[in-house]
């Protein structure tokens, strides 16, 4: 009978045995979601376990060059990762400016399998911002004994979400002669579990002034939140005070919205309401105006209809990013009401910022196995390594490209099959500014897998083979 030498036993066993250190991510993305330009900041632990049973050693811990600034990086006190133990990297996400901010995290190890990683970094910057309507109220003549009870409507606007944290008095004092009712949707909460709001959402406090002798009532209503520049919003409160005028005009701007995109000499039309409880129409006036790093710029005055509607259309919007259009309102005891918004002017004759996605503004996208994506022949995103490793049902997921371009160049999308099981890519939208979109290619779906949804019993290759080749002219704006 023939036998196996020991020595033979010994050295397979001693290669099974192996002590090397095995690299396993959490995930290949940290995505830091929504932060407030500026003032707000998110801070991710991002663990690496070591399954190995070696030391795992991680080093050249590093951004890519072309990381967003918005991303900075915790450095190592020791990169060495004991078996089956785990290593937590910090990574801070602080935007200054709005908009998804792109980055790479990247560092090598010693797990021969894996000798250089990437982890791709994904942030959005918003800026939410908070309208109280109304900002101040008189309560008039209330005789002692006697109440009144006001409403205030709270709502969020600008890009993000609006986090409430707290709705005060300003003095407690004022408790005496007022009440504060937030049982709208504002009751329970705090610092700790603030209430948000989605841009255009709205939510109720009231207040009710019941004084006990005829004495003159001023204070007001403090509403925090993380609305950009106006952290703390006063609502003024007058009661037993002799009126001095009339309130000033109710204006409100309604096109263009918030964080919209235009060019330089672009035909816009600016439009606007302005409602006034004492004075009519035609006894008022409307201005519109620009400012951009400190210069102010008129548009031109407007008139006002019966129901309140004002409009300018212009040329006039100078370049910037971003740019403030103002709406102001006279009345005939020359109480002015103003309304704000910012707007992003391009250059005309220089590229503009385009994003490309699956779908809405900031969704993801998803491709198996590669894909590459050219403006006018030169690659500006390439997915090459033939793999399905992130996504749903096996899909590599990626997020939105940013690039820049001009209206009339092309975007040519090419994708390749390289695996005898599915295809996949999904349909692709090119957005510029917020409200601007331009529908590119069809999702495309095939399955040799039965239980798939999009299973086809023909589907067999070949392999590698490109399933998609399209070019599309870039239409907007």
């Known amino acids: 009978m023939w036998m196996i030498p020991l020595s033979l036993l010994a050295c397979s066993e001693q290669k099974i045995n192996t002590l090397a250190p095995e690299l396993v991510l959490s995930t ?29 050693v991680i080093d050249e811990l590093t951004l890519d060059y072309l990381s967003d600034a918005a991303f900075t990086l915790d450095a190592l006190e020791d990169g060495t990762v004991a078996p089956g133990g785990v290593l937590q990297l910090s990574v801070t996400f602080a935007p200054a400016e709005l908009g998804v901010a792109l980055g790479e995290l990247s560092f090598t ?72 009712d937030l049982s709208g ?31 003159p009532w001023e204070g007001a209503v403090l509403v925090e939140s993380n609305a950009e520049g106006e952290e703390t919003f006063p609502v003024y409160l007058a009661g037993n ?53 400190g210069d102010t710029i008129y548009i031109g005055g407007a008139s006002i209809d019966e129901i309140g509607y004002t409009a300018v259309t212009t040329d006039k919007l100078p370049q910037g990013v971003p740019v403030t259009i103002i709406l102001t309102a006279q009345d005939t005891l020359l109480n002015v009401g103003r309304d704000a918004v910012d707007v992003n002017i391009w250059d005309e004759e220089e590229p503009v910022p385009y994003v490309l996605s699956g779908g809405g503004l900031f969704d993801y996208w998803r491709v198996d196995d590669d894909v590459t994506i050219y403006l006018d022949d030169v690659p500006i995103y390439t997915d ?17 490209v940013e ?46 897998e039965p239980s798939h949804g999009c299973y086809d019993p023909d589907y067999n290759g070949p392999w590698p083979g490109v399933f998609l080749d399209a070019s599309y002219e870039i239409t907007i704006p």
Request: proline share 6%; hydrophobic share 35%; charged share 25%.
């Open 241 to 293: 005070i002799e009126e001095k005028g009339e309130e000033p005009p109710d204006v409100q701007i309604l096109t263009p919205d918030w964080g919209n995109y235009f060019v330089e000499n672009q035909w816009v039309t600016l439009e606007g309401s302005v409602i006034d409880d004492a004075d009519a129409h035609y006894e008022m006036g409307a201005e519109w105006k620009a400012e951009v790093e």
């Open 28 to 56: 290949e993305t940290i995505d830091f979601g929504e932060v407030v330009i500026s003032t707000g900041q998110s801070k991710a632990s991002y663990p690496i376990q070591n399954a190995g049973r070696a030391p795992l």
């Open 185 to 215: 949707g504002l009751a329970g909460i705090s610092a700790a579990a603030p209430l948000a709001l989605s841009p255009g959402e709205q939510v109720d406090f009231r207040v009710t002034f019941a004084p006990t002798d005829d004495r």
């Open 109 to 180: 190890t010693n797990d021969s399998e894996n000798e250089r990683v990437s982890v791709a970094l994904v942030g959005d910057g918003v800026a939410p911002k908070i309208d109280v309507d109304p900002d101040d109220f008189s309560f008039g003549e209330v005789t002692a004994g006697a109440e009144t009870t006001a409403t205030f409507t709270i709502e969020a606007y600008g890009v993000g979400k609006l986090t409430i944290s707290e709705v005060h008095f300003a003095d407690d004092a004022m408790s005496e002669a007022f009440a504060l």
């Open 403 to 448: 690039f820049e371009a001009l209206p009339g160049q092309t975007l040519r999308i090419v994708a390749t099959d390289y695996s005898p099981d599915n295809l996949f890519l999904d349909a692709l939208t090119l957005h510029w500014g917020s409200d601007r979109s331009q529908a590119l290619n069809e999702e495309h779906c095939r399955s040799a």
């Open 384 to 400: 090459t390594n033939h793999g399905n490793n992130m996504g749903g049902e096996g899909h590599p997921t990626h997020p939105p």
